[in-house]
């Protein structure tokens, strides 16, 4: 028969293994805190410097349109004639 081995080294290791487990849970859960939320403060500095000025010209077309004179139309009153007849 062979002769039995110590358990203590599986204990061990299983040991380890559950505490890294907790180490990491603790980590990833913000340290096993109530509340779920997560607060990072950082300040952000951002300067934007321009050289230079930006002009739009805008065109617009131009139409000419040249209208006739106005026509005047005068009705002309018509001679009336009549007939002569001699006395």
Do not use: E, F, Q
Not at 12 to 38: E, H, Q
């Amino acid at each position: 028969m062979r002769p039995r081995r110590s358990p203590w080294p599986i204990v061990l290791a299983a040991l380890v293994a559950l505490a890294a487990g907790v180490g990491i849970a603790l980590a990833v859960s913000n340290g096993g805190s109530s509340d779920n939320s997560a607060t990072v403060t950082k300040p952000v500095v951002s300067t934007v410097t321009t050289s230079h000025t930006t002009s739009v010209t805008v065109k617009t077309p131009t139409r000419t349109v040249t209208a006739p004179a106005p026509t005047v139309t005068v009705t002309a009153p018509t001679p009336t004639r009549t007939n002569a007849t001699a006395p």
